[in-house]
């Protein structure tokens, strides 16, 4: 399964660029994803990129600062204030990385698009769309 993640332009550009090897989530998927296409939040708008999906921990937020802290990408005060009172984190974390050299802008591709709050998932036609796009401006 395919879902669109928002993420901060500033996260989004450290996965893509590999110094952020785990995204972290209060919330995530009920259902399998093994890829993700990367929406940069305002003030970019677009999609940026794809990931790979390696797997999902989920534990305590310290637990999961313990583990992937190496290559969190972020701050502990960003961490910890992100997942401040929570009993339980997630980190997606990172296998591969596909760069867009054009980034998609998805209000143009998908009809009445509305960016997630968190995540969407993605039919596979929609990820063909966005791939389609990707490889027109390649």
Do not use: C
């Not at 879902?3 to 972290?24: C, N, Q, V, W």
């Not at 919330?27 to 296409?37: A, L, Q, S, T």
Request: avoid cysteine; charged fraction near 20%.
């Amino acid at each position: 399964m395919n879902a669109l993640l928002s993420i901060k332009p500033e996260f989004a550009e450290r996965i893509m660029d590999g110094t952020k090897r785990y995204e972290y989530r209060r919330r995530v998927f009920g259902k399998p994803v093994e890829r993700i296409f990367v929406y940069a939040s305002s003030p970019h708008q677009h999609i940026v990129g794809e990931i790979e999906v390696a797997g999902i921990h989920s534990a305590a937020p310290s637990e999961i600062w313990r583990r992937t802290r190496a290559s969190s990408g972020i701050s502990y005060g960003y961490f910890k204030e992100y997942f401040f009172q929570r009993r339980e984190a997630h980190a997606i974390e990172v296998a591969a990385v596909i760069v867009y050299n054009h980034p998609v802008n998805p209000y143009v591709l998908i009809n009445g698009f509305v960016p997630p709050q968190s995540y969407m998932y993605l039919h596979d036609r929609v990820a063909e769309i966005i791939r389609g796009a990707v490889l027109e401006h390649s």
